[in-house]
């Protein structure tokens, strides 16, 4: 069983930055790959980031390019979220989310998710 904890988000204006924590419990962190995910009012849940369990891979939506890092630190059963260059369409609820094995963009392949925490960007 894996338990998840976000933390991080908050309020800040576009071209800010915000680094988000998913604090992990239970046995075996390495064993899963890490996903992000975040949903607006109105709008569907949708993949922003995921990283393997090794944290030798990465994959983000295309909407955060270039602009958000994912990474993991498994001796401290966390990953973490770098959102830089923040728009205001990116304010939603950040989710992290866990999956045994590989990594998965569709959220419904994961099997622990968090509470998440609200990231508001201003204009």
């Known amino acids: 069983q894996v338990q998840l904890v976000e933390s991080g988000g908050g309020l800040v204006q576009a071209g800010g930055s915000l680094r988000l924590s998913c604090a992990a419990s239970?046995?075996?962190?390495?064993?899963?790959?890490m996903g992000w995910f975040r949903q607006a009012p109105g709008k569907e849940r949708e993949f922003v980031a995921a990283i393997t369990y090794s944290g030798d891979s990465t994959y983000f939506a295309d909407s955060v390019k270039g602009r958000f890092t994912i990474s993991r630190d498994n001796a401290k059963n966390t990953v973490y979220l770098q959102t830089n260059s923040l728009k205001p369409e990116d304010t939603a609820v950040y989710y992290c989310a866990a999956r045994r094995g590989v990594v998965a963009r569709t959220p419904s392949l994961y099997d622990y998710w968090g509470q998440g925490t609200q990231v508001t960007v201003s204009s």
């Open positions: 239970g046995r075996s962190f390495s064993i899963y790959a």
